[in-house]
């Protein structure tokens, strides 16, 4: 079956300093599929840098892969024809983070609804367009008499971003690329947001990629999840399995970085990286090795390959080289397949 | 305990156009020596304000309408501003959210260093200056190479510790540090926070953390103030509000962390802060609180002391039976 939107292969390189030479790469050898027979919330979690953020916009093809293709239904992103790009810009939304940014803050928050309705002609009559932005609004759980009339400056962060993820609901897209929807919204209200997006694809079967540094509410709202780090899928697998009992020495670093909050559970000191960290070539071997508490002589060969250390998990990381190995390309197919042998746990 | 810094019924408004803003209105509190004090607080509720009031830094239309800010016992209020800016760095330090953008990017890490130096009239040699320099950059964790670079050659949490390491150089008795970490990642973060921890120590200086991250301040912090809409609702020893908070707004704020172990409802609090131009009469809080009574909507609450130590500005407290019924939800 075609899948909705497949990265195949990508790797993205940003080039820099005079002549463009001094290359960073942001992306490497990155392969994902999301079909639409199943909605999941698919997390993708990593510091700044570990490229969550090039990746979304690779994905929504505001940019260009370096190496291999970004494809909707089978059609590569940078030939989709007109027809096809409408329905790519229908069926699939992005939700980004400053929810200020995305508002003209000169038109009233109905402007920002009306628009989509009125571009893919999505009603016969204005009444039939007041009733679809009625519907959008109280799916995420906004009231239509504290949002619609008002300004962007008049509504809270929690309830401008929950506007944004109604009119990505308007257009009744198959998948919605949230780059750290809930990061500058306040903790008394980033529940409101979070549970619309749960809403997404609890109720409206809508996939979600999900793009944060923060591990605890990846865990809350996902099914799977990515880590990267620098590029590279450091971990991927069910975000239960990742976040209880992390396998990537990245993974366990970050895990164990959450302030807890709790007076009782006080942080632990960050691992001494290993003796041999400081001979890390980082043009060669795991891109972790120089920061790794665990880094030993395979470490600073080559990059490892994913080792699938369970059904519903797999690390990049030589700790595990006894476990069967998984290719780059097949990792979909372990979120897949493991999709398919549990129920998601539709936690609400 | 000796206090470091008491601040006595302080208020700050902002004379806006569209009319008066209390940003800050009444707030009282004090900030022992040697202390790690978290200041709790969302966007708008007032937190950092009282941070610019503690260095004198309001600006126009802002302006202290009122009250005492008494540092070492000194009231930095009536001080001219020239006795202020002496105080500042030598008296009071100050941390910010961007401190990296701080850092003027075309002087070397030890230009700035010597420049908080001889505004203070320390008559040091650039030998000297140097010295005391990489002391105090070990101190945060850097190499001495980090005093000869500019600052685009350090990465963000490198940064953040220089402006920790710049802020210790007059060895001040209280260190403000507003949001210092939101702008990093949570590996970082630990980096930094255990290093400002660490240096508090070393120096016996007293830190004002002012943040939103509950579990920050559940690491960092000994005692806790919480604002809401210009007002501080709740202080206490930083165990005790965790555990039993006592007014409603701080419940609501623990109750709605999501937590790390395990999939749960996330609780949804009703409303959104109020705007500060804005605030409702009685209580700030009465509109969202799911404990709210006739009394809430007309008389504001005092501040009051309504466990050992912990205060809290809440008419529940007044009523023994509606106070009772918040502590049992709570233990539930």
Known sequence: MTALLEADDITKIFGSGVGRRIETVALRDFSFRIETTRPLITGVVGESGSGKSTMARLLLGLEEPTKGAVRYRGADLRHLSNTQRAAFRREVQAVFQDPF????????VDHMLETPIRKFKLAA???EAHQLILNALGAVGLRPEETLGRFPHQLSGGQRQRVMVARALLLNPKLIVADEPVSMIDASLRATVLTALRTLRDE???SLIYITHDLTTAFQICDDIIVLYRGYVAEVGDVTKVVKDPKHPYTQLLVSSIPRPDPDRQ?????????????????KGCLFAAR????FEPCLRA???LYRTDARRAATCYLHQDAPTLALDQMDELLMAASGETEPQVTR | MTSILEVNDLRVYFHTP???VKAVDNVTFDVHAGERFGLIGESGSGKSTIALAIMRLIRSPGRIESGEIRLEGENLLALSDEEMRQRRLAGVAMVTQGAMNSLNPVMRIRQQFADGLNSHGETVTVDEAREQLVDLLARVGLKPEAADVYPHQLSGGMKQRVCIALAMSLRPSLIIADEPTSALDVVVQRQVVQTLRQVQEELDAAV????HDMGLMAQFASRVGVMYAGKLVEEGPVRAIFRQPEHPYTRILMESLPSLDEKETLQVVKGAPPSAADRPAGCVFHPRCPFVMDRCIQEEPLFREVAPEQWAACHLHDEPAAAHSLSREVAE
């Open chain 1, 101 to 108: 940014e995305s508002f003209n803050s000169f038109y009233k």
């Open chain 1, 125 to 127: 009559s204005k009444g």
């Open chain 1, 204 to 206: 409206f079967g809508i």
């Open chain 1, 267 to 283: 942080w632990s000191e960050e691992p001494e990286p290993s003796a041999l960290a400081g001979t890390a070539n980082p043009d």
């Open chain 1, 292 to 295: 790794c508490p665990h880094a």
């Open chain 1, 303 to 305: 990059i490892p390959q």
């Open chain 2, 18 to 20: 569209r009319g008066m």
């Open chain 2, 208 to 211: 004002i953390l002012i943040g």
